[in-house]
């Protein structure tokens, strides 16, 4: 994730239709963040920054201890699982690896996005694409 821009961070002056500027200030209170904070996670938004993935390596590292782990000790198991998790949200705080019974005696392994209600459109196919392995 990329640090918060504060004084001396790239400025952009930006001539705003009559009216705007009081609705971002609305929504900046609604939100409880400054008027310059609340465009530039609209901005972010719109226009989210690249994410670094190699899935090749994410699923040797991560995801292969767990699918050839027998699963014998359920507690070193799901250590398994959480190292992978936390990984996956250094990715994106809203990746996850979990598992999920089917049944009573299937588990299924999952590597994906977590809420996709949370994430606007562009962002969901950006992580779409990373769980996916497309450039």
Same mark, same amino acid.
């Given at each position: 994730?990329?640090?918060?821009?504060? =004084?001396?961070?790239?400025?952009? !002056? !930006? =001539?705003?239709?009559?009216?705007?500027? #009081?609705?971002? =200030? #609305?929504?900046?209170?609604?939100?409880?963040? $400054?008027? *310059?904070?609340?465009? !530039?996670?609209?901005?972010?938004?719109?226009?989210?920054?690249?994410?670094?993935? #190699?899935?090749?390596?994410?699923?040797?590292? /991560? +995801? $292969?201890? +767990?699918?050839?782990?027998?699963?014998?000790?359920?507690?070193?198991?799901?250590?398994?699982?959480?190292?992978?998790?936390?990984?996956?949200?250094?990715?994106?705080? *809203?990746?996850?690896? /979990?598992?999920?019974? +089917?049944?009573?005696?299937?588990? &299924?392994?999952?590597?994906?996005?977590?809420?996709? $209600?949370?994430?606007?459109?562009?962002? =969901?196919? !950006? &992580?779409? $694409?990373?769980?996916?392995?497309?450039?």
């Amino acid at each position: 994730m990329a640090k918060k821009p504060g =004084r001396g961070a790239e400025q952009f !002056v !930006v =001539r705003l239709p009559e009216g705007m500027r #009081d609705r971002i =200030r #609305d929504a900046a209170d609604r939100n409880n963040r $400054s008027m *310059n904070a609340e465009v !530039v996670a609209t901005l972010e938004e719109k226009y989210p920054a690249p994410i670094e993935f #190699d899935q090749n390596a994410f699923f040797e590292t /991560w +995801i $292969s201890p +767990i699918v050839e782990d027998d699963a014998a000790d359920l507690r070193a198991h799901a250590k398994l699982i959480r190292a992978a998790d936390e990984a996956a949200k250094k990715i994106h705080p *809203n990746l996850g690896v /979990w598992e999920s019974a +089917i049944g009573n005696k299937r588990v &299924l392994l999952n590597f994906g996005i977590r809420d996709q $209600s949370l994430l606007p459109p562009q962002m =969901r196919e !950006v &992580l779409l $694409s990373v769980v996916m392995g497309k450039k």
